[in-house]
């Protein structure tokens, strides 16, 4: 079984980019049974506060799925969007800690 972490950085203007790799996230778990995670960081914390009825549909197969869903919450204060990736079902975590985490637990992160 893979381990796939599909890191977010991509932002409201680069929607259509971080809504392949979001979705891509939810099929591999819920179509493959693989292991897989998804962490917001930087813009990509940004573009779960968004309006956008594309990107809430995405976080709503992530939950679906259930697939473990991340988010810097650094990021999430500095666009003022906690109540958006709280309501999206995901969890906080500091992105350094993220990251050794999911390296040590051998995860291949890919980056959107």
Not at 14 to 22: D, H, R, V, Y
Not at 38 to 43: A, C, E, L, N, R
Request: glycine fraction near 12%; include cysteine; hydrophobic fraction near 45%.
């Amino acid at each position: 079984m893979a381990k796939l972490a599909f890191w977010i950085t991509a932002g409201p203007e680069l929607e259509e980019k971080a809504l392949s790799g979001i979705i891509l996230a939810s099929r591999l778990k819920q179509n493959r049974g693989q292991d897989v995670e998804v962490y917001f960081f930087g813009p990509g914390v940004k573009l779960v506060g968004s309006e956008s009825e594309r990107v809430k549909g995405a976080l709503a197969m992530l939950q679906e799925a259930k697939v473990h869903g991340g988010f810097c919450p650094f990021n999430a204060q500095q666009y003022e969007v906690e109540t958006a990736v709280s309501a999206a079902g995901l969890h906080g975590e500091q992105a350094g800690e993220a990251l050794i985490r999911l390296a040590e637990s051998g995860y291949q992160i890919i980056g959107y």
